[in-house]
Structures are given as structure tokens and as C-alpha cells.
């Protein structure tokens, strides 16, 4: 099993600034790609951004510009930095990680953090 435990959130005002982190642990062979997504009350859960193991990016076109995510592969953990954050920022804002969980089999297995709430002051 894979475990992804997320932390950063909090209350920011509007135009401040937020740094998620997710780091999984546990049965990694692995990670094939990170991302974040967030879900606001009553809505479905959108994606934010991801990141493959070699770097590349994406990002909703709401974020870009004001979010960059990365990651340390060495420490399994990928980061969102949140700025000029808006009230429609506020979300619960999840971690999931795509993983090869062994060398022998080649298929890989969503996970998923807890969440993480970010709310965002007007």
C-alpha cells in the first residue's frame, strides 16, 4: 500500500500565498506521475496541475501563471506553490500519485491524499 499525506493548507487572504506538500510513502517502485486536484463544496473534483517523473507540467488554465507545482523524486514528494490566490481558490486541494508498486508487474495504481483545505478571504 501506498500512503500520500498532504499539508499546507490554511486561511490566506486574497493575493497571498499557499505551499502544499504531499509526500507518499510505503510500497514504491515507482511514481509515475503526481498531481493536484481540488474540490469546492458541491462541486466535482477538478484537476490543478501534474507532473510526470521527468518534469513535464500541466496545469488548468484557471491556475496558470499563479500555481507552480514540482516535485523532489528523491523524497517522493511533489509540491503546489499557490499565488495571487483568489476566493475561487477555495477548495479542498488533493494529492494523487500514479505508482508502480513493483519492478516485477509493469501496471500502476492511483492513490490518493486526505485533502487539504485552502480557503482564501475576500
Known amino acids: 500500500q501506498v500512503q500520500l499525506v498532504e499539508s499546507g493548507g490554511g486561511l490566506v487572504q486574497t493575493g497571498g500565498s499557499l505551499r502544499l506538500s504531499c509526500a507518499a510513502s510505503?510500497?514504491?517502485?515507482?511514481?509515475?506521475?503526481m498531481a493536484w486536484y481540488y474540490q469546492a463544496p458541491g462541486k466535482q473534483r477538478d484537476l490543478v496541475a501534474t507532473?510526470?517523473?521527468?518534469?513535464?507540467?500541466n496545469y488548468a488554465g484557471s491556475v496558470k501563471g499563479r500555481f507552480t507545482i514540482s516535485r523532489d523524486n528523491a523524497k517522493n514528494t511533489v509540491y503546489l506553490q499557490m499565488n495571487s490566490l483568489k476566493p475561487e481558490d477555495t477548495a479542498v486541494y488533493y494529492c494523487?500519485?500514479?505508482?508502480?508498486?513493483?519492478?516485477?508487474?509493469?501496471?500502476?495504481?492511483?492513490?490518493w491524499g486526505q485533502g487539504t483545505q485552502v480557503t482564501v478571504s475576500s
Open positions: 494523487k500519485a500514479i505508482v508502480q508498486t513493483t519492478s516485477l508487474q509493469p501496471y500502476t495504481v492511483n492513490f
Open positions: 510505503g510500497t514504491i517502485f515507482r511514481i509515475k506521475s
Open positions: 507532473i510526470t517523473s521527468d518534469g513535464d507540467t
